[in-house]
């Protein structure tokens, strides 16, 4: 019995090393779609890219400064049916988002994240009926 249980405690411990088809964050293999970052989305086997324009200007306008897209478990393609809404809380600003494409951009505004490398806030929408709140920044 004691030869078993070091055996069976390897194969226990090795079991979730190897198994599921869920994509590293860390090597995503050939990357997201859009070229943006992607994120986990939490309570689901599913993926967020977040893809930042750069800008220019901080007091520019600029439209579609982040766009949010929602991706299956393969974090390649697209979610069906993707959220059609949401809106985008960033400090005390809520901030609507727009369809745009496949996914859901930031309206025409001055820039939110002109000073920033990362979009941090709180994405709301929807998903499978259910409202989801995902926090963004998380670095």
């Given at each position: 019995?004691?030869?078993?249980?070091?055996?069976g405690?390897?194969?226990?411990?090795?079991?979730?090393?190897?198994c599921?088809?869920r994509?590293?964050?860390?090597?995503?293999?050939?990357?997201p779609?859009?070229?943006?970052?992607?994120?986990g989305?939490?309570?689901?086997?599913?993926?967020l890219?977040?893809?930042?324009?750069?800008?220019?200007?901080?007091?520019?306008?600029?439209?579609?400064e982040?766009t949010?897209?929602f991706?299956q478990?393969?974090?390649?393609?697209?979610?069906?049916?993707a959220?059609?809404?949401?809106?985008?809380?960033v400090?005390?600003?809520?901030i609507?988002?727009?369809?745009?494409?496949?996914?859901?951009?930031?309206?025409?505004?001055?820039?939110?994240?002109?000073r920033?490398?990362?979009?941090?806030?709180?994405?709301?929408?929807?998903?499978?009926?259910k409202?989801?709140?995902?926090?963004?920044?998380?670095r």
């Amino acid at each position: 019995m004691p030869k078993i249980a070091p055996i069976g405690l390897a194969l226990l411990l090795g079991l979730p090393a190897g198994c599921g088809s869920r994509p590293s964050l860390t090597d995503p293999g050939p990357g997201p779609p859009h070229k943006g970052s992607l994120q986990g989305i939490p309570g689901t086997k599913t993926y967020l890219e977040i893809v930042q324009k750069k800008v220019a200007s901080p007091k520019e306008p600029v439209d579609g400064e982040v766009t949010f897209y929602f991706l299956q478990e393969d974090a390649r393609t697209p979610m069906s049916p993707a959220p059609t809404g949401g809106t985008l809380t960033v400090g005390k600003k809520t901030i609507t988002l727009k369809p745009q494409g496949d996914g859901l951009a930031t309206p025409s505004g001055p820039p939110l994240f002109a000073r920033s490398e990362g979009v941090d806030g709180m994405l709301s929408v929807e998903l499978d009926g259910k409202p989801v709140e995902i926090p963004l920044g998380v670095r």
